[in-house]
């Protein structure tokens, strides 16, 4: 699935336009012995994903850009990378874009705001998956 792990940890791209929640998100995921990639928006997300082939990816859903949604659908039907797991955040309510973030092939959804512990129990979960 990945390439090889940095420092032979898991590799995971995190994309959040929120500042402190992608410096928040980070910092806890780094603490609990992740290697993480930072971006600020759905391109360069996108970028990382398709340079690194992490072991994981969070992606916000509301983004510039790009939208979380959006860059799940194109990391879907590229060859490369289309089997990385990927978690959605979003703050959003409704459940329509939970139905279109499912439709789309994300692995799980977490909704904002939420427990530093909740979300990296939720990456441990999809990573053990076979």
């Not at 983004?63 to 979380?68: D, E």
């Not at 990378?81 to 092939?105: H, K, M, Q, T």
Request: charged share 30%; net charge negative; aromatic share 4%.
């Amino acid at each position: 699935m990945s390439s090889s792990p940095l420092n032979g940890n898991p590799v995971i791209v995190v994309a959040d336009d929120e500042l402190d929640i992608l410096s928040l998100v980070s910092y806890r995921l780094r603490k609990a012995g992740y290697e993480v990639l930072a971006a600020r928006d759905g391109e360069e997300a996108l970028q990382l994903i398709c340079d690194c082939s992490p072991d994981i990816v969070l992606l916000d859903v509301k983004m510039p850009k790009l939208t979380g949604i959006d860059v799940l659908k194109r990391v879907r039907t590229n060859e490369a990378v289309r089997d990385v797991p990927v978690i959605l955040l979003s703050a959003g309510v409704e459940e329509e874009p939970i139905a279109r973030g499912f439709e789309a092939g994300a692995d799980e959804y977490v909704r904002k705001p939420f427990r530093p512990e909740e979300l990296i129990e939720r990456v441990r979960d999809v990573l053990a998956r076979p």
